[in-house]
């Protein structure tokens, strides 16, 4: 490009750090960071949600902040992705007291919540067992803030309720779920097997993967090996070598 005499710009550098943030090289990313600060071109807010972000997956949550932190001594404004991969990281440690922090500032800093926000948000409490708080938060979501319920947020759902020991409820989502015509899929199920398993119901588990199968979803790995734990926890070692 540069030989073309054509312009290269954080758009440029951006789309080299995102293809090699997605291969885990992570050093070649901030080398190409480094370069466009060498060619007087400013890193944009999508520099940094990308390498935010990088490091967030890799576990180094203190370069995480210190990137935010650099954002902040150059006047930049967090957008909402910016917030959205501070506040999944945070709920994935389930620090679910900084995830609803950073949800106020951007409140305060008149940034819109969307929905991958609220799933974040929903995934934190459910993973701390405060299901009714998460519960009361897909209403509001639902009913006041006007996004629809997807696939990954019924599963995030039902993994919390069924993780709880409560069935009732996640009938209900799955019923919800059939009348919006969102269909389950292999991660819903094994959700449900695994809720059933720590109830110590292995048997209603392995029923499962016969409903998996006349809806068309093939069983994984996870939901064999959901079942042969849930078989083996109750000590019905036949069952446990026969799946």
């Known amino acids: 490009m540069e030989d073309k005499g054509l312009a290269v710009t954080a758009v440029s550098f951006n789309a080299l750090i995102s293809v090699d943030r997605n291969k885990g090289e992570l050093n070649v990313a901030f080398h190409f960071r480094d370069e466009m600060v060498r060619k007087g071109i400013e890193p944009t807010t999508t520099?940094?949600?990308?390498?935010?972000?990088?490091l967030f997956m890799g576990g180094r949550d203190v370069e995480a902040n210190a990137l935010i932190k650099d954002m902040g001594e150059k006047g930049m404004v967090p957008d909402a992705i910016t917030?959205?991969?501070?506040?999944?990281?945070?709920?994935?440690d389930v620090n679910v007291k900084k995830a609803f922090d950073l949800f106020e500032e951007m409140s305060r800093k008149g940034v819109k919540p969307n929905?991958?926000?609220?799933?974040?948000?929903?995934?934190?409490?459910?993973?701390?067992?405060?299901?009714?708080?998460?519960?009361?938060?897909?209403?509001?979501?639902v009913n006041n803030k006007g996004?629809?319920?997807?696939?990954v947020m019924y599963n995030v759902m039902i993994d919390g309720h069924s993780s709880g020991g409560n069935f009732e409820r996640t009938h209900e989502l799955l019923k919800e779920m059939v009348k919006k015509k969102i269909h389950p899929d292999d991660v819903t199920y094994n959700l449900l097997m695994r809720?059933?398993?720590?109830?110590?119901?292995?048997?209603?588990?392995?029923?499962?993967?016969?409903?998996?199968?006349?809806?068309?979803?093939?069983?994984d790995l996870v939901s064999y090996n959901t079942i042969i734990s849930g078989y083996t926890m109750k000590g019905e070692m036949k069952d446990t070598f026969y799946v």
């Open 47 to 54: 520099t940094y949600n990308l390498l935010v972000l990088a």
């Open 83 to 92: 917030y959205n991969i501070l506040i999944n990281g945070y709920s994935k």
């Open 115 to 141: 929905k991958v926000t609220y799933t974040s948000l929903i995934n934190a409490l459910c993973k701390r067992n405060k299901v009714a708080e998460a519960d009361k938060m897909f209403r509001d979501m």
């Open 147 to 151: 996004f629809p319920p997807d696939l």
């Open 195 to 219: 809720g059933l398993c720590l109830l110590g119901k292995a048997k209603e588990a392995h029923a499962l993967l016969d409903e998996m199968r006349r809806r068309g979803i093939k069983p």
